[in-house]
């Protein structure tokens, strides 16, 4: 069963000025420690790609608060939520700590989107409700 569902966009070079204004602070208090070391990583390689990462990151996390139905509201806060890959590149949503233990706790499931472009990322969050027995 369908339990929410959650869309963003968001414009990089809104993210890319809040970076500028606010340096490394704004991406640590968004990332967790795994996204933290793969934004440093890309963005030493190719700045532009570092601000992409950012932004579908920035995305897809605000996409999963509204398909949970919380907002930035406990137990989701922004190192809470971490948009990984699997091996063959699939994003995943990987939860830490209460927000890990709250979506246990009613059997939740959820599944992830993410695209960019120059200008703008994408998101777009599936969370469905597990039946009892599942």
């Known amino acids: 069963?369908?339990?929410?569902?959650?869309?963003?966009?968001?414009?990089?070079?809104?993210?890319?000025?809040?970076?500028?204004?606010?340096?490394?602070?704004?991406?640590?208090?968004?990332?967790?420690?795994?996204?933290?070391?793969?934004?440093?990583?890309?963005?030493?390689?190719?700045?532009?790609?570092?601000m992409r990462y950012l932004a579908t990151r920035f995305s897809a996390k605000e996409a999963f608060s509204k398909a949970i139905g919380l907002g930035m509201i406990m137990p989701m806060t922004w190192r809470a939520c971490e948009i990984a890959?699997?091996?063959?590149?699939?994003p995943t949503i990987v939860l830490h700590?209460?927000?890990?233990?709250?979506?246990?706790?009613?059997?939740?499931?959820?599944?992830?989107t993410v695209t960019d472009e120059t200008d703008y990322a994408a998101s777009f969050v599936v969370v469905e409700q597990l039946p009892p027995d599942a």
């Not at 966009?9 to 208090?29: L, N, P, T, Y």
């Open 97 to 112: 700590g209460d927000l890990r233990d709250w979506f246990a706790e009613r059997r939740l499931r959820a599944h992830v």
């Open 1 to 50: 069963m369908i339990y929410g569902i959650g869309t963003d966009i968001c414009d990089i070079r809104r993210i890319a000025a809040s970076v500028g204004r606010h340096g490394d602070r704004f991406a640590e208090k968004m990332l967790s420690e795994a996204e933290l070391a793969v934004w440093r990583a890309r963005r030493a390689r190719w700045p532009a790609r570092g």
């Open 85 to 90: 890959n699997l091996p063959g590149g699939k």
